[in-house]
């Protein structure tokens, strides 16, 4: 009982849950399976854990449950830190066009992840939290030509957040071939 008690005290400190509704609106829908695949962090307001993150990759499977197994890699610091890695797993919130999940870092706590921007060719997304608390700009390449990273930064702005807290995640070729040796290649 006291187990249970607890766990919904936390899950009311934790805010901005999975499973109430967003305020800050998703994209229209989502199609998982192109979704997947590997995003590199472009710039985000990070949480504690990705705030001096280098290299920083988010690259997503869907199983045959319909979970999304999460890998994010990280360097703390700098580019020839140890690569540091956590793995949430991924829940679509029904009836959001695959747009709201639940990302859930700790058992039974969803952290609430929201696609509230997405390239129509899946190069580039943006992903919020109804608090605005947290923010994540990511592309399936390194670095996002100036004019598109000008457009997500003043879309981020739109969207409410107090884009002086973005900060640029560095990225290497380092974090293309975490990525290579990941999926097996060379």
């Known amino acids: 009982m006291r187990l249970l008690l607890l766990a919904a005290v936390i899950a009311v400190l934790a805010g901005g849950c999975a499973s109430a509704k967003p305020t800050i609106a998703p ?4 199609d998982l399976p192109r979704f997947m695949g ?7 307001i990070p949480s504690k854990q990705e705030r001096d993150a280098y290299d920083a990759v988010e690259s997503y499977r869907l199983d045959a449950d319909g979970r999304i197994r ?3 890699t990280q360097r703390k610091g700098s ?3 140890p690569v540091e890695t956590m793995e949430p797993v991924g829940t679509v919130v029904k009836g959001t066009n695959n747009a709201v999940w639940g990302m859930q870092f700790v058992w039974p706590i969803k952290a609430e992840y ?3 921007d997405l390239a129509a060719d ?3 997304t943006i992903i919020g939290r109804s608090k605005r608390d947290y923010v994540w700009l990511m592309a399936r390449t390194p670095q996002l030509p ?3 990273l000008q457009a997500a930064i003043a879309r981020i702005k739109a969207l409410g957040y107090d884009t002086s807290k973005l900060r640029m995640v560095p990225q290497s ?3 293309a071939n975490v990525d290579r040796r990941r999926s097996g290649g060379a």
């Open 146 to 148: 100036e004019p598109e």
């Open 173 to 175: 070729v380092r974090a």
């Open 70 to 72: 999460t890998t994010y």
């Open 38 to 44: 590997d995003w590199y962090v472009i710039a985000h």
């Open 79 to 81: 580019f020839t830190a």
């Open 114 to 116: 929201v696609i509230v």
């Open 27 to 30: 994209v229209e829908s989502v």
């Open 122 to 124: 899946y190069s580039h």
